[in-house]
Structures are given as C-alpha cells and as structure tokens.
C-alpha cells in the first residue's frame, strides 16, 4: 500500500527513533524521498526516488542527487536497456497547450550513450564525461521530453555516486532556449527495477542519508540562483522492517499484532496507519495502531466480519525536518539543509477470514 509522498498532504510526525520534530527556515523547501521495496542489508531491491516541492516554489534548475555512502551502484546495464520507469506531474506555462494546468507525464527510464550526450553534459555538469547517461523519457498527448541524468560513482565525500539533472527555463519563451510548454516539475517518481541491478543496500544496521542538492531559477529571465541553492535529505534505515500477523479472532473481533525496527533498533511509541480491503488492490485507511513498545511491538483490533478482509500497516513516509537534528551540520548547499525526510516501510499484507455467525437456538 504506496503511500502518497506529497508532502502537502502529510502531517509532519514526531518519528522518536530519530528523535525530530520541527520544521527548517529555509525558503526553498524541495522534498526528496527514498522508498526500497526491500530494506534487507546486501539486497539489490527495487528502488523509488522521489522528489516534490509545491507549486509556489521556483522552478529546479539542477538537482543533483547524491547516493549515500556503502551503497552499491551499477553501471554495465547495455546501451538501450530499461532499467526502470518514470512518473511526474508537471506545472505548464499558461501560454502553453495546457494553458497552465498541471499534466502527469510517464515513460521508461533507458540507458544512453555517454558520448551523444557530451555537449549537454559539459554545459550541464562542466564535465563532457560521465559513467553513465540514463535517460527520462517522458510522454504527454504524443509528445516526448528527453531529461538526461549525468551519472558517476563514486560520489562526493564517500557517497557511493550521483545522479546529475539539468533542466531548461521555463520562465523564458522556449524560441529563447525556454523550457518546452514552459514546464517544470512538481513531482518526480523514478523506480530502477530490481532486475536491472541498479543499487544494492549496504550490510551495516544504521539509518542512512541520501542528499538532493537543488538549485532553483530565477523567476525571471536571469540565471540560475545560485545563493538559494538548498539541500534535501532522505534518511533511509537499513535495515527497517515492518511485521503483521493475525494473533487471534475474539468475541466477535480480529486481533492483530506487528514490530516495527528499523536502523537496528525498534521504533518506540509510534502509530502506524491501517489499510483494509475485501480485495488487496481495494485497500482504504482503516484508522491507526496504538502506539509501538520499547521493543517495537504494536497490536490493533477490529470487529470481524462475515467475510473475509485484508489488513496492512504502513509507517511513513514523514516529513522530519529539524534544523537542530536532521538539517544539522555542514551543507554543501550556500543556502543549507531546508527539509528531511523519513522513508516508508509496509508489512506484509494479512488475511482475515470471514467469521460465520452463531445460529440462534432453537425453543
């Protein structure tokens, strides 16, 4: 049960494990998110990388995503290959087609030739050579915009490596060199498939941070701003594991009980979010668990039905910025950290059987 990762319809959470609360000061607030289909140490899992900021912000002018460090990265995919797929939604220039409206855009995410892509490349990153160049192919009413990411390993400061986007104004007309249909993103979803062996988790328990560093344009006709150039983390726990059983079926009701760990220790007092559905691809929210022990463990009840109903438990994803804790210490962002994030961990989806009521005695 994906959860949305738009932080606008998130409450900010009080997540104890990492001990944040708070909200950071800076003006540019975008939003990066890590979401692992598995969070297993040495695995090599699907991996969905969002970003997000709000239609108020400046649009991007270059994100430069920077992988945490003891995480594996691969790079021999064959030239062509999809490794993954693409889902954004966009913000148009009014004097566009879409007259403004936000459009969702999807596609493959396909491996490039590094050399095709050099002139773009040294004007991107001032650096005509790269590892790799992996390409966003995002189609709208028939139309496909090409946004390349310069990719290298490893990174900055021990990172593992980084994924490099550039992207046209959209403040300016595009016969100027403008962004086509004057578009920016809003929101970002890029998910590598575990079967093309992208990135592989570290083998130490601990919470790792994954880094967006973004530089916003001017709303103008002006160059990139380069002093409101702002830093996003996403911290990710390694491992973090969320476990949901069916304990017992009591006076008419369903009993449940799961754990929740994470980074090598257990999440204490938190309360997750209840999914529940007669059908696994049906799932609404079914209210909340009471609250985690010191060891993680969680338990919840509902009234048992007839027939029979799914239940999952999701933890996240959260907003956690804190400039004394998550935002704190050096940036390499002249603006500083503006925002944190938590990632998201589900359980296993649960089975609760139909429960047949008592014939009445007969007189």
């Not at 899992?45 to 992988?67: F, G, L, R």
């Not at 010191?294 to 910025?321: E, I, M």
């Not at 603006?335 to 359980?347: H, I, K």
Request: charged share 15%; hydrophobic share 40%; aromatic share 10%.
């Amino acid at each position: 049960m994906r959860k949305s990762v738009r932080f606008a319809l998130l409450a900010v959470a009080s997540v104890i494990a990492l001990g944040l609360t708070g909200t950071a000061l800076a003006l540019y607030k975008p939003f990066l998110t890590i979401y692992e289909y598995s969070y297993k140490p040495a695995a090599t899992p699907s991996v969905e990388v969002d970003y997000d900021q709000a239609k108020t912000e400046p649009a991007p002018a270059k994100v430069t995503i920077i992988v945490a460090g003891d995480y594996g990265i691969d790079l021999t995919q064959a030239e062509n290959a999809s490794i993954g797929f693409v889902i954004a939604s966009v913000k148009t220039g009014d004097s566009s087609p879409f007259a403004g409206a936000t459009i969702q855009l999807t596609g493959p995410i396909t491996v490039a030739k590094p050399s095709d892509y050099a002139a773009s490349a040294a004007q991107c990153t001032g650096n005509p050579v790269h590892a790799a160049v992996w390409k966003l192919n995002l189609t709208v009413a028939g139309t496909t915009l090409v946004v390349p990411a310069y990719v290298d390993k490893p990174g900055p400061a021990g990172s593992a490596g980084t994924l490099v986007f550039c992207l046209p104004n959209p403040y300016i007309p595009e016969s100027s060199g403008g962004a086509q249909f004057g578009a920016y993103p809003l929101s970002v979803s890029m998910t590598f498939r575990a079967s093309s062996h992208v990135f592989t988790n570290p083998t130490a328990p601990t919470f790792y941070t994954w880094t967006a560093i973004v530089t916003p344009w001017n709303t103008g006709a002006g160059p990139p701003n380069a002093a409101a150039t702002v830093e996003a983390r996403a911290n990710v726990p390694v491992p973090y594991s969320n476990t949901l059983k069916r304990t017992a079926t009591k006076k008419g009701m369903w009993i449940f009980a799961g754990k929740l760990t994470g980074g090598g220790g257990p999440f204490v007092k938190e309360r997750l979010d209840v999914y529940a559905g007669a059908k696994t691809t049906k799932m609404k929210f079914n209210g909340r668990t009471g609250k985690t022990s010191k060891k993680g463990g969680y338990s919840f009840s509902r009234k048992a039905g007839t027939t029979a109903r799914y239940f999952q438990t999701v933890f996240g994803p959260f907003d956690v910025t804190d400039p004394a804790t998550t935002c704190a210490g050096p940036s390499p962002a002249p603006a500083g950290c503006s925002t944190a994030t938590l990632s998201e961990v589900d359980s296993n989806i649960v089975k609760a059987p139909g429960v047949k009521p008592k014939k009445k005695k007969k007189h």
